[in-house]
């Protein structure tokens, strides 16, 4: 089975522009999570879904939204991007709201904000 | 207060060491227990997740947690070259999960 998918990889946008990060959840998995990880700090949670409701947010602007799709796939949207926005940003999936213990993680998605 | 500290290191061990990683955490509701490697310019990888205080061990690896000092830690015994990566500690309550910075580990032929 295909482990979480992650698109694109790499990204450049400038400052004030919009971005969506795309993410395919592991095979069964109904429940995605989004994290920024900034260049030498840990993953910082963004946003939960699961059965295509937001279950949990953590401390980002309203820039940043996301949606899943019945597929479960998601999508992370941020609008008017800051130089701070500049990350690496990843997906993880689990099978449900349970096992979030368990999450799987995509390789990422590196934004770079010029 | 952050809620879960780690010493970012970075941490340089000749193979075959035992390396201890810890990180403490500041709320006690917290309930999972989590421990990732993250090779660069990867996701991270699950390596171990406990519950509760205790200990749990799978092959090379231990994972330690300490609910009355609020500490977790983990061991890597007779590490090796391949075990060079940063590992975070993560921890969960609820819809609430929080990583550590990271170490840096790197283990020396």
């Known amino acids: 089975d295909a482990g979480v998918t992650q698109s694109p990889t790499h990204l450049i946008k400038t400052r004030g522009q919009q971005v969506t990060l795309r993410c395919s959840p592991i095979s069964g998995h109904k429940s995605v999570s989004w994290y920024q990880q900034v260049l030498g700090q840990g993953p910082q949670f963004i946003f939960q879904y699961y059965e295509k409701e937001e279950r949990g947010r953590g401390n980002f602007p309203d820039r940043f939204s996301a949606r899943q799709f019945p597929n479960y796939s998601s999508e992370l949207n941020v609008n008017a991007l800051l130089l701070g926005d500049s990350a690496l940003y990843l997906c993880a999936s689990s099978p449900g709201m349970s096992g979030w213990e368990t999450q799987y993680f995509g390789p990422g998605t590196r934004l770079l904000v010029l | 207060q952050k809620e879960v500290e780690q010493d970012p290191g970075p941490l340089s061990v000749p193979e075959g060491a035992i390396v201890s990683l810890n990180c403490t955490y500041s709320n006690s509701a917290f309930q999972y227990f989590m421990w990732y490697r993250q090779y660069s310019r990867k996701g991270p990888e699950l390596l171990m997740y406990?519950?509760?205080?205790g200990n749990k061990e799978d092959g090379r690896f231990t994972a330690q947690v300490d609910k009355s000092s609020k500490y977790i830690s983990l061991f890597i015994r007779d590490s090796q070259p391949s075990d060079s990566a940063t590992y975070l500690c993560a921890v969960l309550t609820g819809n609430q999960f929080y990583f550590g910075t990271g170490t840096s580990l790197t283990v020396i032929p």
């Open positions: 406990t519950y509760s205080s």
